[in-house]
């Protein structure tokens, strides 16, 4: 059974600060991993979708990394911005559905 | 594309009432998904759809969950009787090729 732990739980830092979300998982045997940002009371936001043969997806400030052999991914913010504060969710597609992990809270302080 | 469309978006009924949930989703998307969010649990999926055929609901926690998709754009996920433990945010999403689009969610408040 796929488990998805992301660390930290939560990061507060100040604006301006490259930093860097961590995500692992137990089974190597993905399709794709998928980052997402959730707002406090609202739906997820889609942000990086890395396919399994891919190593890293990049979309302006934001760069997503993927390493299959070691269960891991990364997701790298550039000079962070206070719109940056959010909850970051990564998620595995294992055979036929999405699983993720407990997501890391986000605070960018000005 | 307006996105997945969930109603409504907050919901609060009594203990024992019967609650549907709804879900439109993109159109062209082969697979729906229903996702419950909790403080304690996190996001847990509930049950899955594959060209409108449910897949694998190992996840509905009591036979009080059912769901259903009629067509390719619409789905209900139904809880009859409704308990305080079914608060939560229920969200549906979409794919098409393994890539999700969430919905906004349901916020259920049983009292």
């Known amino acids: 059974k796929q488990e998805v732990t992301q660390i930290p739980a939560a990061l507060s830092v100040p604006e301006g600060e490259n930093l860097v979300l961590n995500c692992s998982f137990t089974?190597?045997?993905?399709?794709?991993l998928q980052w997402f940002r959730q707002d406090p009371g609202k739906g997820l936001t889609s942000l990086l979708l890395?396919?399994?043969?891919?190593r890293e997806q990049t979309s302006g400030r934001l760069n997503a990394s993927l390493d299959k052999s070691s269960g891991r991914s990364t997701l790298y913010i550039a000079a962070s911005q206070p719109g940056d504060s959010a909850t970051y969710l990564c998620?595995?597609?294992?055979?036929?559905?999405?699983?993720f992990g407990t997501g890391t809270r986000l605070q960018v302080f000005p | 594309d307006a996105g997945v469309i969930q109603s409504p978006r907050h919901e609060v009924t009594e203990m024992g009432q019967e609650v549907t949930l709804r879900c439109k989703p993109i159109s062209g998307h082969n697979s729906l998904f229903w996702y419950r969010q909790t403080m304690m649990r996190g996001l847990e999926l509930l049950i899955y759809f594959n060209n409108n055929v449910p897949i694998d609901d190992s996840g509905m926690p009591e036979d009080r969950f059912s769901a259903k998709m009629p067509n390719a754009s619409f789905s209900t996920l139904k809880i009859q009787p409704s308990e305080p433990r079914d608060s939560a945010v229920y969200f549906c999403?979409?794919?098409?090729?393994?890539?999700?689009?969430f919905g906004s969610g349901t916020r259920l408040t049983v009292v």
């Open positions: 998620a595995t597609y294992n055979t036929d559905k999405l699983i």
């Open positions: 890395i396919q399994s043969s891919q």
């Open positions: 089974d190597s045997a993905i399709y794709n």
């Open positions: 999403a979409s794919s098409l090729a393994r890539d999700y689009t």
